[in-house]
T-cell receptor, first 117, second 114 residues
Framework: TQLLEQSPQFLSIQEGENLTVYCNSS?????LQWYRQEPGEGPVLLVT?????EVKKLKRLTFQFGDARKDSSLHITAAQPGDTGLYLC?????????????????FGQGTILTVHP | NAGVTQTPKFRILKIGQSMTLQCTQD?????MYWYRQDPGMGLKLIYY???????DKGEVPNGYNVSRSTTEDFPLRLELAAPSQTSVYFC?????????????FGPGTRLTVT
């Protein structure tokens, strides 16, 4: 069973600070996804990375995928209160059950980020 | 497009009661999923469906049942509710299985069993 560990579990910072959160897997990722979940809402996809060493940028967010495809980091520059939320990493892979293919997401436990004005 | 909608938003059940959590998507997605999210834990897959009439168990199916009579609807049934089923439940759907394809989540149902 694949286990995803995210750190830190909680992060509380002031507006304007930079931060990095981490995601480590017990096995090689098939397709790594990062989600943000705001209170009272479901997770929303931020990015998908599939190639080892890949770096993707989304405005002030930078996502890095480890060369061995077992770890990833999310760096936020100049954090804003609107960045507050739960950040989840997940592995998406196709599985087969009884001849039927389906896609499965395995999630880490998340990092709860609070950005204070 | 409303996306994925879930009802109710909140519910309190007594031990032993039953209820159905409703989930509807208007994107004509074949794949639909039910997850539960406990504090400090990631989302765990309860059941999934690959199309109307086809469902299967995920990681934590005990105490739950599902049906998929239409493409749009994927209700989750709790029989004989137990305190261990206190959680936030999310329904999700996706169009295809390509790694970059997006999975859309509903807003969740917060269930408390006392």
């Amino acid at each position: 069973t694949q286990l995803l560990e995210q750190s830190p579990q909680f992060l509380s910072i002031q507006e304007g600070e930079n931060l990095t959160v981490y995601c480590n897997s017990s096995s090689v990722f098939s397709s790594l996804q990062w989600y943000r979940q705001e209170p009272g809402e479901g997770p929303v996809l931020l990015v998908t990375v599939v190639t080892g060493g890949e770096v993707k940028k989304l405005k002030r967010l930078t996502f890095q995928f480890g060369d061995a495809r077992k770890d990833s980091s999310l760096h936020i520059t100049a954090a804003q209160p609107g960045d507050t939320g739960l950040y989840l990493c997940a592995d998406f892979r196709m599985l087969n059950a009884g001849g039927t293919s389906y896609g499965k997401l395995t999630f880490g436990q998340g990092t709860i980020l609070t950005v204070h004005p | 497009n409303a996306g994925v909608t879930q009802t109710p938003k909140f519910r309190i059940l007594k031990i032993g009661q039953s209820m159905t959590l409703q989930c509807t998507q208007d994107m004509n997605h074949n794949y639909m999923y039910w997850y539960r999210q406990d504090p400090g834990m990631g989302l765990k897959l309860i059941y999934y469906s690959v199309g109307a009439g086809i469902t299967d168990k995920g990681e934590v199916p005990n105490g739950y049942n599902v049906s998929r009579s239409t493409t749009e609807d994927f209700p989750l049934r709790l029989e004989l509710a137990a305190p261990s089923q206190t959680s936030v439940y999310f329904c999700a759907s996706r169009l295809g299985l390509a790694g970059g394809s997006q999975q859309y989540f509903g807003p969740g149902t917060r269930l408390t069993v006392t």
